[in-house]
């Protein structure tokens, strides 16, 4: 008899059910299972959707820390640390995504917490604790959720409150000190309300060293939840959702690779210094720093069912608070010393009434968003004397041979973004085997920004010095008449030559038809047509109107993409096989592409084309094996694109975007008591930045992972684990500084982690 409880299944769940690949008595090894990812209880199998799920158990056994760790089993989505582990994440979906780290900006992959959008960028790298299942639709999203999605969402979903008693102990201890805690107590505090609490925290040492000072890439995180469900009718509930949590460690590190000397030498950068070492979690940081990230927020989720509608309202804030104080320069000089603040809060609400009439069955909905996002940014740039020398074209040794106060920066911003949304589906049976899918969105959204970069802060910094008085006394703008300004950069009204473009204003209709025909009760093919759309924004980086940026530069235009997908969904061998696929054609209008401006993230629209497949396989080929694969195959090309300082360029490959990749997991289960298991994750070759650049360029790489477990008991489990067996060192993201300053930041991620879990669980 098949005793093992998990599931391995992290090939495909939906909505309201858990894993699919879980044991049983029958011959069968998979359950049915019961979906809600069109607002509807299904069948898994019987839904035309492209997904990858987790359960709760299996994210603990693939030992997922963090949010972004599922990208590791999830064909076709990648996700990038552009700003250090614990920051804001670049994710991408089929190549779909944002690699923007500015934190006004929204990404096109859409992360649900609980059925609430979460806006906020800083807010999206979390503790994985006490969930039920995560869930990844692919695709256009937005005629059943309620904030539109150009290319997918991420759905990370509690576990709920339940009547009977239930608690949860999970204890980590591994490499760098780790210590790593979850807890979760729930059960009925009267015969109408149930409640839940649940806690994690997450704490180690860092792992990249640091020879002149504190080392770097720790962890310092905690986090809670209370869940209270209030059975108010029989058919009528209100679920309160309170959470929130908080990291704050030393700041990030990275890695330096010396590109320019200043003469056009890769011996050194412009301040002489160059880590020859070859130890890629090693360097000489001389700025500590700091990464502080709060957050915290409330919902509440009313649900009222009778026999011929459902009512759902989800009502929602969320807040999320960040400080991130970077060693930009990596090395032992202050050279180039930012500093990123900001403040989020958003407010939602969601209604949706769905129901079935006679021949078809209906969903409407209506969703209203807004959020405001304040921005505090400070970077001071210094330059060794002579190189500045150099620069200003002044004698020799005017500047002296010290470090000197080249450029300082101190930007202000505030953006407010408000969105309306009306959606609705219907499924109409044709035939017994054929059904037709139509759904239809509008979306409304207006977003205004004010944005100020004084050139005050440091007036005795060398450009500052050149901007604020009259006359032109550098030569810097090459008019005598010139009449000195306080500002870098100022994108207000006050400003006649920002007046009337302050403001975005978008209104979009999108839609959905798709065709489902089940061509025998185990196998179901489906063809969809989609409509995403995302809005315009607003660039809010370092905007500097000496890189050559207008301010008719500052707004960007809004996106669509146009989804053709194809796919089957089967199950065969009596149930032992089962095997979802998709292809797909993207038609992507006004991508919004990241390049630079000077040291400032700026996004372009460009036209783009993305195809590919995705391919999930489970197999049970004996009584006590488990295997799962996925792949992806994924061809992308923008058209074109402008990059200051470079000009145009065609024909690139999205960033985040191998053009394939492959994930497995292979488990057995040796005893009643004992199992072993291996999963791997290979991505091929792919790029961190939109020209393609040489060192941009990542090669293919392939990451091993183990875990053995012992059963002791049906509640107790102990585990022992390595991540990342073979010691792989891989890049997460790289920057080019050169033009800045001479060096490359390289991001590698994590070395090889041992480690043993103990699991308590009662319920």
């Avoid at 977003?447 to 500052?464: C, G, I, K």
Wanted: charged residues 20%; hydrophobic residues 35%; negative net charge.
């Amino acid at each position: 008899m098949r005793q093992h409880k998990l599931a391995l299944a992290i090939a495909t769940t939906l909505s309201m059910g858990t894993s699919s690949f879980s044991y049983a008595q029958d011959e069968s090894v998979f359950e049915t299972i019961q979906i809600t990812a069109k607002k509807k209880s299904q069948d898994l199998q019987d839904v035309s959707v492209s997904v990858t799920a987790f359960s709760g158990n299996a994210l603990r056994e693939l030992n997922m820390t963090d949010s972004v760790d599922i990208a590791a089993q999830t064909p076709g989505l990648n996700i990038g640390t552009p700003v250090g582990e614990g920051n804001n994440p670049s994710i991408s979906l089929r190549g779909v995504g944002l690699n923007d780290f500015n934190d006004n900006n929204e990404g096109p992959i859409a992360v649900y917490r609980d059925d609430v959008y979460q806006s906020a960028m800083p807010g999206l790298t979390f503790q994985l604790f006490d969930l039920e299942r995560v869930e990844v639709l692919r695709g256009p999203q937005g005629t059943l959720y309620g904030r539109n999605a150009t290319g997918g969402l991420v759905h990370f979903i509690s576990a709920p409150p339940t009547e009977d008693t239930e608690v949860l102990f999970d204890l980590t201890l591994a490499e760098y000190n780790q210590i790593k805690t979850e807890a979760a107590v729930g059960g009925s505090l009267t015969d109408s309300i149930q409640a839940r609490l649940a806690i994690a925290s997450n704490n180690h040492d860092g792992y990249v060293e640091n020879r002149i000072g504190e080392d770097a890439n720790e962890a310092d995180s905690r986090a809670y939840r209370l869940q209270v469900n209030f059975d108010i009718t029989d058919d009528f509930t209100a679920l309160l959702n309170v959470h929130g949590g908080k990291s704050k460690t030393n700041a990030p590190q990275y890695q330096h690779l010396a590109s320019d000397d200043g003469a056009g030498n890769a011996t050194s950068d412009f301040y002489g210094y160059a880590d020859t070492d070859g130890d890629n979690f090693a360097g000489e940081y001389n700025r500590q720093g700091l990464l502080d990230i709060d957050s915290d927020g409330l919902s509440l989720k009313l649900n009222w069912e009778n026999a011929n509608y459902t009512f759902t309202s989800i009502t929602a804030v969320e807040n999320v608070e960040k400080l991130h104080q970077e060693d930009t320069d990596v090395g032992p000089y202050s050279g180039l010393l930012p500093q990123f603040g900001s403040k989020n809060e958003q407010f939602s609400q969601e209604l949706r009434l769905s129901g079935s009439a006679e021949s078809f069955d209906w969903i409407v909905g209506a969703y209203y968003f807004e959020n405001e996002v304040k921005g505090a940014l400070d970077l001071d740039i210094n330059y060794p004397g002579p190189l500045i020398d150099a620069i200003t074209g002044a004698p020799e040794g005017t500047f002296g041979p010290d470090l000197v106060p080249f450029v300082s920066y101190d930007i202000d911003y505030d953006q407010d973004t408000e969105s309306y949304g009306l959606f609705g589906q219907i499924e109409k049976p044709l035939t017994d085997k054929l059904t037709l899918t139509l759904g239809l969105r509008y979306t409304s959204e207006e977003r205004s920004m004010d944005y100020q970069n004084l050139a005050t802060s440091n007036p005795d910094a060398v450009v500052n010095s050149c901007l604020i008085p009259a006359g032109d006394v550098c030569g810097l703008v090459g008019d005598t008449s010139y009449p000195g300004t306080d500002y870098y950069f100022n994108f207000t009204d006050q400003n006649p030559a920002a007046a009337g473009l302050t403001t975005i204003d978008d209104d979009n209709i999108s839609g959905q038809i798709g065709l489902d025909y089940k061509v025998s009760k185990d196998t179901l093919v489906f063809f969809n047509i989609a409509n995403g759309f995302k809005s315009g924004g607003f660039n809010g980086g370092f905007l500097d109107f000496t890189d050559g940026v207008t301010e008719e530069d500052v707004a960007f235009d809004s996106e669509e993409l146009t989804s053709y997908e194809a796919g089957i969904k089967t199950t065969l061998a009596s149930g032992d096989v089962r095997i979802n696929s998709s292809v797909f054609y993207y038609d992507y209008k006004n991508y919004q592409a990241l390049t630079f401006a000077g040291l400032s993230q700026f996004i372009n629209n460009s036209d783009a084309t993305l195809q590919g497949l995705d391919v999930e396989v489970t197999w049970v080929p004996g009584d006590n094996w488990d295997i799962k694969l996925g792949a992806s195959l994924l061809d992308t090309e923008i058209e074109s694109v402008v990059v200051r300082g470079v000009g145009t360029v065609e024909d690139r490959e999205m960033v985040l975007a191998p053009k394939y990749t492959v994930n497995g997991i292979v488990r057995y289960q040796a005893t009643d008591e004992i199992s072993a298991q291996l999963d791997f994750n290979h991505q091929g070759e792919q790029f961190f930045d939109i020209t393609n650049s040489e060192i941009s360029n990542e090669d293919s790489y392939t990451v091993f992972n183990a875990r053995v477990g012992y059963q002791l008991n049906d509640n107790w489990k102990v585990s022992a684990f390595v991540k990342n067996i073979t010691d792989e060192e891989y890049r997460v993201y790289s920057f080019d500084f050169t033009q800045s300053a001479g060096f490359i930041q390289e991001f590698y991620a994590r070395p090889r982690w041992v480690g043993v879990n103990i699991q308590y669980n009662y319920y």
